[in-house]
């Protein structure tokens, strides 16, 4: 991560959230300065990979932690720590979790003219393969905005896979165990033309 990830977090506390976990996947020593302002933050709780396992795994340490660790609580999201999501929409999607008890997925509006090509391309490609062959009708199945209601964390850690396939791996268990799942529309901020994108 960079700086971003220290806006992100101060978004986020300034709109109420006051426990947020942050996953160090192996960053490395020339990430230090950033993780060590991370853990001065009193509503953040830095979990730490001491080698790079994946984004997957990523996930589900913070989902094991929030099971083990945090009982009161009765959703969790995960949002990218690199400012693509809005605080706003992870306030949304947070919201329309606690009050559906559903798994919400945020989605992008890939109409919109500003989407990054091969974004809009990579998306269309997986929805027409999740609708032709499991059924799914999903506007958005590479957004890595989304929230769990806790009741259903513990079957969503059975899913495979430990880097991006872990997020697709996960659609497919939510769909054959019929957990229930909404999806909430979001704004994006696409980063230098979502070159990073791991499609």
């Known amino acids: 991560p960079d700086d971003k990830i220290l806006n992100t977090l101060a978004e986020l506390i300034k709109a109420g959230f006051s426990d947020i976990l942050v996953v160090n ?17 009193p509503e953040c709780t830095l979990l730490v990979h001491p080698e790079n396992k994946g984004k997957g795994a990523a996930l589900k340490t913070a989902f094991r932690y929030f099971l083990d660790n945090r009982e009161d609580q009765v959703c969790l999201v995960a949002a990218d720590a690199d400012g693509q999501h809005l605080t706003k ?3 949304a999607v947070a919201t329309a979790c606690k009050e ?3 798994v919400v997925l945020g989605v992008r509006d890939f109409t919109n003219p500003n ?8 998306n269309q490609i997986t929805c027409t393969v999740f609708r032709l062959f499991f059924g799914m009708k999903i506007q958005d199945t590479q957004t890595g905005l989304r929230a769990f209601p806790r009741k259903y964390l513990e079957e969503i850690l059975e899913a495979k896979g430990d880097r991006y396939e872990y997020e697709t791996n996960m659609l497919f268990l ?11 529309q979001i704004d994006t901020v696409y980063i230098e033309e979502n070159k990073s994108s791991h499609f």
């Open 25 to 41: 996947d192996g960053s490395g020593e020339e990430f230090s300065s950033i993780f060590n302002a991370v853990k001065k933050i």
């Open 174 to 184: 939510i769909n054959r165990k019929n957990i229930p799942m909404t999806e909430v």
């Open 115 to 122: 989407v990054p090509a091969r974004s809009k391309s990579g």
């Open 100 to 102: 559906q008890e559903k």
């Open 89 to 91: 929409d992870i306030v």
